[in-house]
Nanobody, 115 residues
Framework: QVQLVESGGGSVQPGGSLRLSCAAS????????MGWYRQVPGKERELVAA???????NYADSVKGRFTMSRDNAKNTVYLQMNSLKPEDTAVYYC?????????WGQGTQVTVSS
């Protein structure tokens, strides 16, 4: 079982930045993919970004050029650097990891972008 702990959410003004962290523990070997979904009540969950074990990164079109994923293998942690934040980025962000085809989820962290 993989446990995921998220941190880094908060409230910022438009144009501001946040960095989300997601630390994995437990059965961390053979994790294939880690990333973030975000969800606003009443809207479909959106895949924001993901990184595979080989380093391939994928971003939603809505965040491409503004968000950047990175990883620290020594800490079993991935990061999502979010720059030029917009109000429409406001959501609960959920870290996830896929291991042997099974998904694990973080607790979610609120990101609020407003004036």
């Amino acid at each position: 079982q993989v446990q995921l702990v998220e941190s880094g959410g908060g409230s910022v003004q438009p144009g501001g930045s946040l960095r989300l962290s997601c630390a994995a523990s437990g059965s961390i070997l053979s994790i294939n993919t880690m990333g973030w979904y975000r969800q606003v009540p009443g809207k479909e969950r959106e895949l924001v970004a993901a990184i595979t074990s080989t380093g391939t990164k994928n971003y939603a079109d809505s965040v491409k050029g503004r968000f950047t994923m990175s990883r620290d293998n020594a800490k079993n942690t991935v990061y999502l650097q979010m720059n030029s934040l917009k109000p429409e980025d406001t959501a609960v962000y959920y870290c996830y990891a896929i291991r042997y085809g099974i998904s694990s989820w973080g607790q979610g962290t609120q990101v609020t972008v407003s004036s």
